[in-house]
């Protein structure tokens, strides 16, 4: 099964599961969570903090451990990887649970930010928006290169984007619109720096 259609297919299950187990906004009044998401340390929120830190160690090691460049030789061409003697599995395996690991530390801090729950809002389209921040941050969706600081711009842009058009008034779709329109300029744009 293409690894795209097996996370979308278990994008809208667990989105259903979370409708079916907590089926409207759930306040949360735990102390910790409420914490986690109101504090400031030197007048930076804390998830701010924390999400900086989780970059820079995702940075680090893409970019200088021996795992990182396996994982960009796989993301690039996998039969490639393989024969060459990598642990191409192994390394699939590893990336897709830290990758769920990354994601669930997101949404907590999602909640904790907003001290509440909900499934049928909450992170909505979230994936369009990362799939946007990766591409025009750099990283080609054909894989092989990883751009992780040119990802958090990317996200920065989409987060001001989305401010901005919200401050104007304008609905939600207008915002998905602008998005689709930012995705093609970006994947016209790589190619033709890649031509």
Same mark, same amino acid.
């Given at each position: ?119 049928? #809002? ?6 369009? #928006? ?66």
């Amino acid at each position: 099964m293409q690894p795209i259609v097996a996370t979308l297919a278990l994008l809208v299950g667990i989105r259903g599961l979370a409708n079916v187990l907590v089926p409207q906004l759930t306040e949360f009044r735990n102390p910790t969570l409420i914490t986690l998401g109101s504090r400031s340390v030197l007048g930076l929120p804390l998830v701010v903090i924390i999400a900086a830190v989780l970059t820079a160690v995702v940075a680090f090691v893409v970019k200088r451990t021996i795992f990182g460049r396996q994982l960009v030789a796989v993301g690039g061409n996998r039969a490639a990887a393989k024969l060459s003697g990598l642990p191409v599995r192994r390394i699939l395996v590893t990336v897709y649970v830290l990758s769920g690991l990354l994601a669930a530390v997101a949404g907590v801090l999602a909640t904790a930010r907003l001290q509440a729950s909900d499934p049928t #809002s909450l992170g909505l389209l979230m994936e369009l #928006s990362a799939i946007t921040a990766v591409v025009v941050g750099g990283t080609p969706l054909t894989g092989g290169r990883v751009r992780v600081l040119g990802t958090v711009m990317g996200a920065l842009l989409i987060q001001l984007l989305q401010a901005t058009l919200i401050k104007h008034n304008l609905p939600q779709s207008w915002t998905q619109m602008v998005q689709a329109v930012i995705i093609l300029a970006a994947v016209y744009a790589a190619r033709g720096r890649k031509k």
